[in-house]
């Protein structure tokens, strides 16, 4: 959320026209006032397509970051390009105190926020500004979609509450749902420091520049939370204080969730969602699941791809890092998925017969279209960590007892390999081989597979663990090794990807809402939602599972002494524990897959 782009797209393939709408040579750009029901006024831009031989249905993307630069001139973004062919009016529009906007902007702002006494919201406004629309622009159709990535994709799908008539299409990309659970600034629980950090001031601040090239160094060297915020100037604003003031998944958090405000499925809605998603993993999932509990109309869709944060709107998005994905799938995306699906909505051309969910299964490199998702035939299997760095299949046996490493906050385990220029660098999609050798990162890896194995669905660690302090996060990742010799591809050899990662903070153990210190030395359940996946781990590769107390600063440091408030704690509080990770045969720690049987 906190970097906003507009992607550059090279060699697109030429594609059909599927509507009789002429494809436009030029649009006409103008700039609109849109007034809404408490008398502030909203600023958007319209793209208007100088040709057409009918009215036309229009897109609308609302916006935190500027609708002049979302609709820059009287051309097309590439990002909307295959849309374009088929005929649409495109507007994009300043949320409230943002851009030309009147009013007073507030991040993340809650539907029912009691500084809007009048009651406007961020669904209210899209509606006003739809009913506008509809009126005021010349040769519209009467429907209306609406799309956008990230924020705007949180905006987007505010849209469905309360919706206007003429919204028949909403497509929500890499969506924010619940910022504490799993998107932007918490991972159940643990603080996403450097979001945090960043987002905070570029939304709401004059942004950062750090003093030194490797913001490893630069946050290593300031110790706790609190003199985090006065040493970057985030410290007196909004968004911080909020994070600061609720650091457990209070009503705070829960009123501004969005699956906890978008209940139920009544307008077409199309999740897009990433595998690899360094910042919003959780969204698209999660609203796609929670929408589906309601769907009696079979218009709730999702489509999750092989994707960084912003890959469904790159130019290919054709490989995750070095590892060829063997074709365009974020170009198949804007295609064949989304621009038939809004045309049907939108133009209605073509017969609507679509499937429940498109999923990329990575390994394989191949898109599945889904009756269900995830699919009805995969079974729960567990994978279980075993004495002498082995995984297994197979449960162990109570002969077995636990791993342990100190975890030390002064020495914390970075999440890519240093120097952090601050890019992000799709750390997802990095070689985890950097972090090899560390004595505060425990592995466990299995024989090379014999055979193919195809995982869909959700992807759940449970851990037995314990620790001689009374807090304590557990990083876990789920990695694909690959040979150690790759004859087609030698710079593969070996190459550790991530294929499901997350953390929890340990006080979560017993709620979310109700932090409680971990009993020192006791062997104690935990568990970590690592999300969902399509991914084929081939033959010959091995799973690898490491697990960490520190993922910096990617994520703050756990003190490891239970205090109320992190962002409030002090340096003597920061403390090395000792972790032990058990799997006996009544502590089988585990990870739960769900296992597609091969043929």
């Known amino acids: 959320m906190h970097r906003v782009l507009i992607l550059s797209v090279c060699c697109l393939l030429a594609v059909t026209s599927r509507t009789s709408a002429q494809q436009p040579a030029d649009y006409e750009r103008r700039e609109l006032t849109i007034p809404v029901r408490d008398g502030v006024t909203l600023s958007a831009i319209a793209l208007i397509p100088g040709a057409r031989t009918a009215p036309l249905p229009i897109i609308l993307i609302r916006t935190p970051f500027g609708a002049d630069r979302e609709l820059r001139s009287t051309q097309l973004p590439p990002m909307l390009k295959e849309l374009g062919e088929d005929g649409y009016i495109f507007v994009a529009g300043d949320i409230r105190g943002r851009g030309k906007s009147q009013g007073k902007f507030v991040t993340m702002r809650a539907q029912n926020d009691p500084r809007s006494p009048k009651g406007t919201n961020e669904s209210t406004d899209a509606y006003d500004t739809i009913d506008w629309l509809v009126k005021n622009i010349p040769h519209n159709n009467g429907r209306v979609g609406v799309i956008g990535l990230s924020y705007r994709g949180w905006l987007a799908a505010l849209a469905a509450v309360g919706a206007h008539t003429a919204v028949k299409a909403i497509v929500p990309q890499a969506p924010v749902a619940d910022v504490w659970m799993g998107d932007d600034f918490f991972h159940q629980g643990a603080f996403r420091q450097t979001q945090g950090v960043l987002y905070s001031a570029f ?234 050798g560390r004595p505060d990162v425990l592995m466990w890896q299995s024989d090379p597979l014999t055979e193919d194995v195809t995982i869909a669905g959700d992807v759940i660690a449970h851990l037995f663990a314990s620790t001689t302090g009374s807090d304590a996060d557990w990083v876990v990742k789920l990695i694909d090794a690959y040979p150690d010799t790759v004859s087609e591809t030698p710079e593969l050899g070996g190459y550790q990807l991530i294929v499901n990662a997350d953390v929890m903070r340990g006080r979560y153990w017993k709620s979310f809402s109700a932090p409680s210190p971990i009993p020192a030395n006791t062997v104690t359940p935990f568990v970590v939602d690592m999300h969902q996946q399509l991914y084929r781990f081939k033959k010959g590769h091995r799973l690898v599972v490491q697990i960490q107390s520190t993922w910096f600063p990617l994520y703050d440091r756990n003190p490891q002494t239970f205090v109320p408030n992190i962002f409030q704690a002090a340096v003597q509080d920061f403390r090395a524990q000792t972790h032990r990770v058990w799997h006996t045969k009544m502590y089988p720690s585990h990870i739960t897959v769900s296992v597609i049987p091969e043929g």
């Open 203 to 436: 939304i709401e601040g004059k942004g950062i520049e750090f003093p030194v090239y490797d913001q490893y160094t630069f946050y290593s060297r300031i110790p706790t939370l609190d003199s985090l915020a006065r040493a970057t100037g985030v410290s007196a604003l909004p968004l911080w204080s909020a994070i600061r003031d609720h650091p457990a998944y209070d009503s705070y958090w829960q009123s501004r969730a969005l699956q906890n405000v978008l209940t139920k499925a009544q307008v077409p809605m199309l999740f897009v969602g990433g595998f690899w998603d360094e910042e919003d993993i959780l969204g698209a999932q999660l609203m796609y699941r929670s929408l589906e509990k309601s769907d009696t109309k079979g218009t709730n869709h999702v489509v999750l791809g092989p994707w960084f944060h912003n890959g469904m709107l790159a130019a290919a998005s054709d490989s995750l890092g070095p590892i060829d994905l063997g074709s365009k799938t974020a170009l198949y995306f804007r295609d064949q998925i989304q621009r038939p699906w809004l045309a049907y909505h939108l133009h209605g051309t073509g017969d609507g017969k679509f499937p429940e969910a498109w999923v990329f299964e990575t390994g394989a490199n191949r898109w599945h279209t889904y009756k269900s998702w995830p699919p009805t035939n995969a079974r729960a299997r567990n994978i279980y960590l075993r004495s002498n760095g082995k995984l297994s299949f197979s449960a162990p046996s109570s002969a077995e007892a636990a791993d342990a490493f100190i975890s030390d906050p002064k020495f914390p385990v970075p999440y890519m390999p240093r120097p952090d220029d601050g890019s992000g660098a799709h750390w997802m999609q990095l070689d985890q081989r950097f972090v090899d």
